[in-house]
T-cell receptor, first 113, second 116 residues
């Protein structure tokens, strides 16, 4: 069985500061990792994904994430956040031959002026 | 940009009643999914659907649930006899089938189901 852990349920940060949202996973087979963002009253939008190749993945809106197999992590980072980045962020994975996504519990990022 | 749509945005129903949640996936997508998120909990996979049949389902997706693609555009989730614990946000998603099973899933805005 696989699981995703997002340790921080809420992360407040000031505008233009850097941010890291943490994600750790557990799986007995190879994984494919995703970060989704959910703005208020909207669906889940894909930020970025790791399928294979380079462990540093760049996504939309200036976000990037690094796949670390030894630490079973896929942390999301942005060097300078904006007010508009305020949203809920979900880490998710698929593994083996399954298509279904397994989600973490989400991290609410709040960017303060 | 094409998007997944869901109706209604909010559904209130009484315990024991049947409810149908509707989704219109992106038109050229072939895989369809339902997920749910109970308030304060994780987004959970319910079922995936391909070629007019269920492809995968979770243990949550019991006999009370069913899915259907009644025409060329809609994808529905039916709950036959709702329970209080079915109250949740239900998300529909769809993805292409290009041979890569890790194709991105595109999510709709969700339907908030409240069972009273």
């Amino acid at each position: 069985a696989q699981s995703v852990t997002q340790l921080d349920s809420q992360v407040p940060v000031f505008e233009e500061a850097p941010v890291e949202l943490r994600c750790n996973y557990s799986s007995s087979v190879s994984v494919y990792l995703f970060w989704y963002v959910q703005y208020p009253n909207q669906g889940l939008q894909l930020l970025l994904k790791y399928l294979s190749g380079s462990t540093l993945v760049k996504g939309i809106n200036g976000f990037e994430a690094e796949f670390n197999k030894s630490q079973t992590s896929f942390h999301l980072r942005k060097p300078s956040v904006h007010i508009s980045d305020t949203a809920e962020y979900f880490c998710a994975l698929t593994s083996g031959s399954a298509r279904q996504l397994t989600f973490g519990s989400g991290t609410q990022l709040t960017v303060l002026p | 940009e094409p998007e997944v749509t869901q109706t209604p945005s909010h559904q209130v129903t009484q315990m024991g009643q049947e409810v149908i949640l509707r989704c219109v996936p992106i038109s050229n997508h072939l895989y369809f999914y339902w997920y749910r998120q109970i308030l304060g909990q994780k987004v959970e996979f319910l079922v995936s659907f391909y070629n007019n049949e269920i492809s995968e389902k979770s243990e949550i997706f019991d006999d009370q649930f069913s899915v259907e693609r009644p025409d060329g555009s809609n994808f529905t989730l039916k709950i036959r006899s709702t329970k209080l614990e079915d109250s949740a946000m239900y998300f529909c998603a769809s993805s292409e089938n290009l041979g890569d099973i890790k194709n991105e899933q595109y999510f709709g805005p969700g339907t908030r189901l409240t069972v009273t």
